[in-house]
């Protein structure tokens, strides 16, 4: 069996996420490749500062807060999973999310396919007896692998960082991925809830 690769690895990160579990997807060759070129290019020019980057990328489709059973949360993924084709992840640009977040992206492009999945997850959790979270409507959801956190800077070195990202290209990548993987933040550390795999057919 393959050693568990937590998608966050920054203690303090952790520490916010206590409790907390989400269903993403962890891409795989050339968007990989792409994600570690913005990344080691933030890293150099934020050098230095109270950032913090991700251990490895990940799209998030949605999250449960503090509280949440993982049992419901299988349960929910479970049984939505059998009606997902697998998902292509690909790559757009990259940007930021403002103030308060603070966080540096790489916007992945939303296809009808992630969407409709994201959505789809969203509408059944009620059924399931769990909460929507977080409060984002799916139209409003945007798909992307956060790169650097950087909620802890002041507002005037943030506007530096928010006006150096835009000269940050992400190289051109795309991939498909079949399965989906809960990310669990419990006991002061990042766990496997458990990888799903995407059972239905292809769309033609």
């Known amino acids: 069996m393959n050693e ?3 998608f966050i690895e920054d203690p303090r990160h952790v520490a916010r996420l206590a409790g907390e579990r989400y269903v993403v997807l962890r891409p795989t060759g050339a968007v990989v490749r792409s994600y570690e070129h913005v990344r080691s290019a933030m890293q150099e020019r934020l050098a230095g500062l109270p950032v913090s980057f991700t251990a490895q990328p990940h799209v998030t489709l949605t999250g449960f807060p503090t509280g949440t059973p993982l049992a419901g949360v299988q ?4 049984e939505w999973a059998r009606s997902v084709p697998p998902l292509r992840i690909e790559v757009e640009r990259v940007r930021v999310f403002p103030a308060p977040d603070q966080v540096v992206v790489v916007q992945v ?3 009808p396919e992630l969407f409709d999945a994201l959505s789809d997850l969203r509408r059944r959790a009620p059924e399931h007896g769990l909460p929507d979270w977080p409060p ?3 139209a409003d959801w945007i798909f992307h692998l956060s790169v650097a956190y950087c909620s802890a800077l002041a507002a005037p070195a943030w506007a530096e960082v928010a006006r150096d990202v835009e000269s940050v290209r992400a190289p051109a990548a795309d991939c498909t991925l079949g399965e989906v993987e809960i990310a669990v933040f419990d ?11 995407l059972s239905a057919a292809p769309r033609a």
Do not use: F, M, N, Q
Not at 75 to 78: A, E, F, K, Q, Y
């Open 109 to 111: 492009r939303k296809t």
């Open 136 to 138: 984002i409507a799916p």
């Open 75 to 78: 349960r929910l993924v479970t």
């Open 4 to 6: 568990y690769r937590p």
């Open 187 to 197: 006991g002061g550390r990042e766990s496997s809830g458990g990888v799903i795999a």
